[in-house]
């Protein structure tokens, strides 16, 4: 079975560029997670979608920051303009609550660099 | 707000030893509990999860829960140098969507 699956996997690029980063869940999963990793502040939830919508964006950085989803199958996460302190990877999840007790599933991230 | 906490390490055993592995957390509604290995470079990976009090064995991986006392361990036998990862332990309530939170995770080291 696919996994949940992110592109691209490395990105660099210049600060004040847009950064689009995308995520195909795994089939039949309803729930969507965006987390970012860096070493200061470990794995941060970004924002939390279920059934296509957005349940939690609390976590979101500023507005510079925005996600979609706009089918069961396909999700994004943009940043405009970025930022060398948005260096890091992005990784998405996903899950399907009703089973396992919310096991999510990690795809292999995006790892983002802004020079 | 929810908080998982987890040293840090780096924990360091030899190889066939066992590895014991902390987590505590802040909120008593939760419910669901998960262990991760990570490698450095790649995405967490489930190892296991527990919802009820006592042990919960998967091979050489055994996961114990008191939520009596709200922590989680999990312990790994005849560690190998395989092993070598951070472990990241996650805590999901019933309250909400069952959103896990995640610790910082502890690195481990098993040295041959």
């Known amino acids: 079975d696919a996994g949940v699956i992110q592109s691209p996997r490395h990105e660099v690029t210049e600060m004040g560029q847009e950064v689009t980063l995308r995520c195909k869940p795994i089939?039949?999963?309803?729930?969507l997670f965006w987390y970012r990793q860096t070493m200061m502040r470990g794995l941060e939830l970004l924002i939390y979608?279920?059934?296509?919508?957005?349940?939690?964006d609390s976590g979101m950085p500023e507005d510079r920051f925005s996600a979609k989803m706009p089918n069961a199958s396909f999700s994004t996460l943009k940043i405009q303009p970025s930022e060398p302190r948005d260096s890091a990877v992005y990784f998405c999840?996903?899950?399907?609550?009703?089973?396992?007790?919310?096991?999510?599933?990690f795809g292999e991230g995006s790892w983002l660099t802004v020079v | 707000q929810k908080e998982v906490e987890q040293n840090s390490g780096p924990l360091s055993v030899p190889e066939g030893a066992i590895a014991s592995l902390n987590c505590t957390y802040s909120?008593?509604?939760?419910?669901?509990f998960f262990w991760y290995r990570q490698y450095s470079g790649k995405s967490p990976e489930l190892i296991m999860f527990?919802?009820?009090?006592g042990d919960k064995e998967d091979g050489r991986f055994t996961a114990q829960l008191n939520k009596a006392s709200q922590y989680v361990s999990l312990l790994i036998r005849d560690s190998q140098p395989s092993d070598s990862a951070t472990y990241l332990c996650?805590?999901?309530?019933?309250?909400?969507?069952?959103?896990?939170?995640f610790g910082r995770g502890t690195s481990l080291i098993v040295h041959p």
């Open positions: 089939s039949g999963h309803n729930s």
């Open positions: 979608f279920n059934n296509n919508v957005p349940i939690d």
């Open positions: 527990i919802y009820s009090n």
């Open positions: 999840a996903s899950s399907f609550p009703q089973r396992s007790g919310n096991t999510i599933y």
């Open positions: 996650a805590v999901a309530s019933s309250g909400g969507s069952y959103i896990p939170t």
């Open positions: 909120d008593r509604g939760s419910q669901s």
